[in-house]
């Protein structure tokens, strides 16, 4: 009776089995960089501001689910599986900062702004440094996250958004300090030419002339 027992639980083993390998198979496959594109960053410092930006970077990062085929055991009653490919965009951020007050500091907050061609928003990424930082100390950090709808960004901005200093009382940049910058008369004559070009001829149009 037990090897009877035994040989009717085989075909849940090897299901168990094949569904294990494929758990595997495709979390090894999930994270596989197929493409980078390093995007320029302005830091915005204000002059109160208690956590100064000396170095900033970034980049989109694309990720790729390699697709696989698995076959399974004819007595596990249980068909081929397909598992498709996924593309994911991950944006990941480096920054060299000091603070520049002569308070200690337990938390910051940054801010990027992932901006397009005519500087709108596309998507906007925060992030929480919770180790403390002593006056004058300086540190860098690096932070990834997932983000979407990231085709047209061609520049971030970067600001501190919010510091909490050891005595508990907290600095938080105005709304004028995280705005993007007004571009100069060159380009917003650039800005109106593009945009005229679009309504007139399409996006067809518009792609040639950004790459000319």
């Known amino acids: 009776?037990?090897?009877?027992?035994?040989?009717?639980?085989?075909?849940?083993?090897?299901?168990?089995?094949w569904?294990?390998?494929?758990?595997?198979s495709y979390a090894g496959a999930m994270g596989s960089v197929f493409a980078d594109q390093t995007?320029?960053?302005?830091?915005?410092?204000?002059?109160?501001a208690a956590i100064e930006c000396l170095e900033a970077t970034g980049q989109l990062l694309e990720y790729q689910a390699v697709p696989s085929r698995v076959?399974?055991?004819?007595h596990t009653q249980m068909k081929s599986v397909n598992i498709k490919s996924a593309q994911f965009a991950h944006w990941e951020g480096r920054i060299?900062?000091?603070?520049?007050?002569?308070?200690?500091v337990t938390a910051v907050r940054f801010q990027w702004k992932l901006l397009d061609v005519f500087d709108q928003p596309q998507w906007v990424v925060e992030?929480?440094?919770?180790?403390?930082?002593?006056?004058?100390?300086?540190?860098?950090?690096?932070?990834e996250q997932q983000v979407s709808n990231v085709d047209e960004v061609v520049k971030a901005l970067l600001t501190v958004k919010?510091?909490?200093?050891?005595?508990?009382t907290l600095w938080f940049s105005s709304p004028q300090e995280i705005q993007t910058?007004?571009?100069?008369?060159?380009?917003?004559?650039?800005?109106?030419?593009?945009?005229?070009?679009?309504?007139?001829?399409?996006?067809?149009?518009?792609?040639?002339?950004?790459?000319?």
């Open 71 to 74: 076959g399974v055991s004819r």
């Open 127 to 143: 992030v929480t440094d919770s180790e403390a930082l002593a006056p004058r100390e300086t540190r860098e950090g690096r932070w």
């Open 39 to 48: 995007i320029p960053v302005t830091a915005v410092n204000p002059p109160d």
């Open 1 to 17: 009776m037990a090897s009877t027992e035994r040989f009717r639980s085989q075909p849940l083993w090897r299901a168990a089995q």
């Open 19 to 24: 569904t294990l390998a494929v758990s595997l």
């Open 162 to 168: 919010m510091v909490r200093f050891q005595d508990g």
């Open 181 to 212: 910058p007004e571009p100069d008369e060159a380009v917003r004559s650039e800005r109106k030419r593009l945009l005229k070009l679009y309504d007139d001829r399409g996006i067809e149009a518009l792609l040639e002339a950004l790459h000319e």
């Open 96 to 104: 060299r900062y000091r603070n520049s007050s002569t308070r200690p």
